[in-house]
């Protein structure tokens, strides 16, 4: 495969939404890491982890007006949940200074930590300044059982994939959740790219190629490029490109 980084090209300035389950907070870091000499912002649009200090170099929890007067770098930017362990959204103000920023990083959706997902009506939350909305899913979960284990909200999936719970996930499952009028890319902005997480294998870079073919036209019209990747290893190969 080839460097995950030359396969999402992000160019230029830019404000992306990460979205679905399986990889959003890896790539959010794998991504900020990447253009660290640049100025970028990373936040949140529901709640993110604290992060570890050694991922960021300039931290906001209050005063965001002083935001991107820092110089090129990762900073940080939320408010402290309750628990102080997690960091949810900064007021509406520091919307505004986005363009003090090369690349603005916002996890937009939340999953439990659990591989597929059912989406509510406002989910995921993506602002209107979202220029680059990307959509993960991973492939390790196929063969595993359709439970409330594996899914967050189980009930909604099942409802989006015409499932029952106990089945085994299959790639035809993946690309139904995928395709979904009501799930992932519903409230998606600005250009679109579908990421198939947790390919280690040949076998699974096969299983991600036979959920891209099963995608439908109406889909991939929407979608800019489809890309099987592993962010823990930073690869990744273009499966499909408008």
Known sequence: MDCLKDCLQINGQQVISLIGSGGKTSLMWYLAECY????????????????????????????FDQLGTDGPG??????????????????????????????????????????????ETFEPVIIPETTITIGLMPIAVLGKT??????????????????????????????????????????????????LNQVETASQLLQARTVASLLPHSLLTRLSKVIACNIQ??????????
């Not at 920023?101 to 439990?112: I, M, R, T």
């Not at 015409?162 to 996930?169: F, L």
């Not at 290893?233 to 408008?242: H, K, P, S, Y």
Request: hydrophobic share 40%; charged share 25%; glycine share 6%.
């Open 146 to 195: 359709i439970s409330s284990a594996t899914v967050h909200r189980l009930p909604l999936f099942l409802r989006s994939t015409d499932t029952k719970a106990g089945q085994i996930i299959l790639e035809e499952t993946l690309a139904n959740i995928i395709a979904s009028p009501v799930g992932l890319w519903a409230k998606s902005r600005g250009q679109r790219i579908l990421c």
């Open 233 to 242: 290893t930073q690869e990744g190969v273009i499966l499909w490109e408008r």
């Open 36 to 63: 660290r000499k640049e100025r970028v912002l990373v936040s949140t649009t529901t709640k993110i982890g604290y992060p570890a200090p050694a991922c960021y170099d300039y931290f906001y929890s209050e005063q």
């Open 74 to 119: 990762i900073t940080v930017a939320g408010r402290f949940t309750k628990e102080h362990t997690k960091l949810r959204i900064p007021p509406a103000v520091f919307r505004s200074l986005f363009a003090k920023f090369d690349k603005v990083l916002l996890e937009a959706d939340g999953s439990k930590q659990l591989p597929l997902k059912g989406w």
